[in-house]
Nanobody, 120 residues
Framework: QVQLVESGGGLVQPGGSLRVSCAATGTFISINIMGWYRQAPGNQRELVARITRFGSTAYADSVKGRFTILRDNAKNTVDLQMSSLKPEDTAVYYC??????????????WGQGTQVTVSS
């Protein structure tokens, strides 16, 4: 069974930095796209950033220049380095991955979410 385990959320002041991490565990052949989404209260879940296994990245316009997505294929991890944080970045951040499994093919997985709160 594949699991995405997130860590690193918390409370940070506006203008500060925070890093959230996600590790994929279980038995699988490979991971295609890994990404981070977020959902604030009353809002739909939205894409923050994603990265292919070859390092191609995409970012939401609202975080370009402030957030960086990093991936380690050997460790099956993806991190989101967040800087110049704003109160509007407050949300639950979810890890997401397209995982290739021998028995079932490509499947999409979500982590449990980690809270990021930007407040003074």
């Amino acid at each position: 069974q594949v699991q995405l385990v997130e860590s690193g959320g918390g409370l940070v002041q506006p203008g500060g930095s925070l890093r959230v991490s996600c590790a994929a565990t279980g038995t699988f052949i490979s991971i295609n796209i890994m990404g981070w989404y977020r959902q604030a209260p009353g809002n739909q879940r939205e894409l923050v950033a994603r990265i292919t296994r070859f390092g191609s990245t995409a970012y939401a316009d609202s975080v370009k220049g402030r957030f960086t997505i990093l991936r380690d294929n050997a460790k099956n991890t993806v991190d989101l380095q967040m800087s110049s944080l704003k109160p509007e970045d407050t949300a639950v951040y979810y890890c997401n991955a397209d995982v290739l499994i021998a028995a079932t093919g490509l499947r999409n997985y979500w982590g449990q979410g980690t809270q990021v709160t930007v407040s003074s």
